[in-house]
């Protein structure tokens, strides 16, 4: 059996100034935010938010300056992270950018395309989707069947998309597809290519969640036109760089912070009640203990995606445990509260509590199902 590996991290000199500035920013610009507004705030899409980071520097943080980064290092870039989500920024729109299709271009883009994207994206002004899941292909990805085909001297893409979050606000998607048959070898004859959701043939149709909210949709792609130049990377090599991306999705502090509004508001809730009982006291321990904990996890991984490795078993583990935190908590909090019913519904800790209740399920679906994610911790011990 092979045992994961989570190695301790020492945060960098200079880390409390830095993180004392993101609070200082934060202080200033998201004052105020309503407390459902702060709950899974990656995925909360303010565009103008993301400009006021991009101007101070603060998307594609570890980037080469010359593709408008800052060349920080990874873990200044998790400590700004931690601190924007923990105060609840509203970053989604630049997320995805941020966290993976940048680094996809950067490593596998052409000169031509990191220079026409990153500066953009890093400016908070370009913002990405992610094309992976389709009717029929979501936990079995390499079943898509969205195709591309050769002509002229460019493509044609045909098919469907779905669950692509903000594809109705992004600039491009990074779309998965069938570029030759699929032989025995059903992860070869796929690639990826940047599409620019402004082209023709291109359809983008909201579908509202549970809790009323559009913020992802089907994409129809009806013989798309894209250049030869929007391949990304190798052609049919598209399963290994998107499976590539997959830890730097899975690992970040988005995986254990969706909730983090909830337990703010649950404490300020508990301390305006002065007394609090024993119940309560042992909670708030074993919930902070078990932060910290996906926290340090977290971290490490951080340390070795940025030391170049792919630490995909430790990234499955972090997500799995981090969702089912973030997921736990709102019915744990639910509980503590004697069901919540006796609670004002207009109080911030009601409303971000029954927020949480109705999307919470969904956090362990997105980036990868609990059951797959077990599937791979299985592997990589050499369980299976
Ligand atoms: C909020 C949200 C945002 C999303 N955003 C995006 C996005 O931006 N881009 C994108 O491409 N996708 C996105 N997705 C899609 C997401 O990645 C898929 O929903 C997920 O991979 C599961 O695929 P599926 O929905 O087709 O379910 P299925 O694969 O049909 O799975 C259904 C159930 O069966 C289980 N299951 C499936 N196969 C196995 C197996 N082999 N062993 C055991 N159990 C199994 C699954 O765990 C799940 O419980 C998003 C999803 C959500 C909920």
């Known amino acids: 059996m092979t045992l994961p590996r989570f190695d301790t991290v020492t945060l960098p000199a200079g880390t409390a100034a830095w993180r004392a500035e993101v609070r200082a920013f934060m202080a200033t610009h998201a004052a105020g935010l309503a407390a459902e507004r702060r709950a899974n705030a990656w995925s909360v899409f303010d565009a103008p938010f993301s400009r006021r980071l991009g101007e101070r520097g603060w998307i594609g943080l570890t980037w080469p300056k010359r593709y408008g980064g800052a060349e920080r290092s990874a873990l200044e870039r998790y400590v700004l992270l931690e601190e924007l989500l923990a105060a609840g920024a509203p970053v989604g729109a630049h997320w995805i950018a941020d966290r993976q299709s940048g680094p996809a271009l950067l490593r596998y883009g052409s000169e031509a395309q990191r220079q026409r994207f990153l500066p953009a994206i890093a400016r908070g002004e370009c913002f990405f989707c992610i094309g992976m899941s389709e009717p029929g292909a979501g936990s079995d990805l390499a079943a898509v069947r969205t195709q591309a085909v050769r002509r002229g001297d ?40 940047l599409v620019d959701l402004a082209s023709p043939g291109v359809t983008v149709r909201p579908i509202v969640d549970l809790a009323g909210e559009v913020h992802f ?168």
């Open 217 to 384: 949709n089907e994409v129809f792609l009806d013989d798309v036109p894209v250049p030869a130049d929007m391949l990304l990377g190798v052609e049919g090599q598209g399963w290994a760089q998107c499976t590539s991306e997959l830890s730097l999705e899975r690992s970040g502090p988005e995986r254990y912070l969706s909730s983090h509004a909830l337990f703010v508001e649950w404490l300020r809730h508990e301390a305006a009640q002065g007394a609090v009982g024993e119940a309560v006291c042992n909670a708030i321990g074993q919930l902070t203990a078990e932060l910290w904990t996906l926290r340090q996890m977290s971290l490490s991984v951080a340390a070795r995606l940025a030391a170049g490795q792919d630490p995909a078993l430790e990234a499955a583990i972090v997500k799995d445990l981090g969702n089912s935190f973030e997921q736990a908590l709102p019915r744990r909090v639910q509980a503590l509260l004697g069901d919540g019913r006796s609670l004002d519904g207009d109080l911030p800790l009601a409303r971000v509590l029954s927020l949480l209740l109705q999307i919470s399920p969904s956090f362990s679906l997105r980036g990868g199902t609990r059951e797959i994610l077990r599937g791979i911790i299985a592997r990589g011990l050499g369980l299976r």
């Open 154 to 193: 460019g493509w044609v893409l045909r098919g469907q998309k779905l669950w692509t979050t903000h594809a109705h606000r992004a600039h491009m998607m990074i779309a998965l597809v069938r570029s030759a048959p699929a032989g025995d070898k059903r992860h070869e004859g796929l690639s990826q290519f």
